[in-house]
Every structure is written in C-alpha cells, then in structure tokens.
Nanobody, 117 residues
C-alpha cells in the first residue's frame, strides 16, 4: 500500500501563488508517476498535471499550462505543484495521485484551494 499526504492548500487572492506538496510513503519502491487532479464543486474530477518518476517528463492540462509547474524530489518521495497566476476558476479540492509500476493507483485525501476574485 501507498499513503499520500497532501499539504499547502489554502485561500489566496486572484493572481497569487500557492505550492502544494504530496509526500508518498509505504511501498514506494516501484514508482511510475505522480500527479495532481482537482475537483471543483458540482464538477467531475479533472487532470491537472503529472510527472514520471524516471526521466521526469511532465504533462499538463491546457487550462494550467504556463501557470502551474509540477516537480519531484525522488529522495523524499514528494511531488510539488507550484501554482502561479491563480484564477477563481482554479478553486477546487486538489488530489494527489500515485501510480506504481504495476498500474496500481492511489489517491490522497485532498487539499482545498480557494482563489478569491
């Protein structure tokens, strides 16, 4: 099993920045990728960004390209999401996602982000 602990969410004004962190623990020896999804009130959960553990290639949703940056610290089994130029439409609960080498998928409990206009 893999446990994911997110942190860094909060309230910020439009145009501001936040950095989310997600620390993975447990059976993390076969990490494949980690990423972030978000779910706004009344909407389905959507992909935000992902990073492959080997090689570090990244992928972003069009809505966050140029504003958000995902990065990782292999030694700490931690992934970060730097969010700049935040908009009210970025308001959501942000969930960390972990995929292991066998295709197993794990989720964190989420951290809320609120962007005020």
């Amino acid at each position: 099993q893999v446990q994911l602990i997110e942190s860094g969410g909060g309230l910020v004004q439009a145009g501001g920045s936040l950095r989310l962190s997600c620390a993975a623990s447990g059976r993390t020896f076969s990490s494949y990728a980690m990423g972030w999804f978000r779910q706004a009130p009344g909407k389905e959960r959507e992909f935000v960004a992902a990073i492959r553990w080997s090689g570090g290639s990244t992928e972003y949703a069009d809505s966050v390209k140029g504003r958000f940056t995902i990065s990782r610290d292999n030694a700490k089994n931690t992934v970060y999401l730097q969010m700049n130029s935040l908009k009210p439409e970025d308001t959501a609960v942000y969930y960390c996602n972990y995929i292991d080498g066998s295709g197993g998928m794990y989720w964190g409990k989420g951290t809320p982000v609120t962007v005020s206009s």
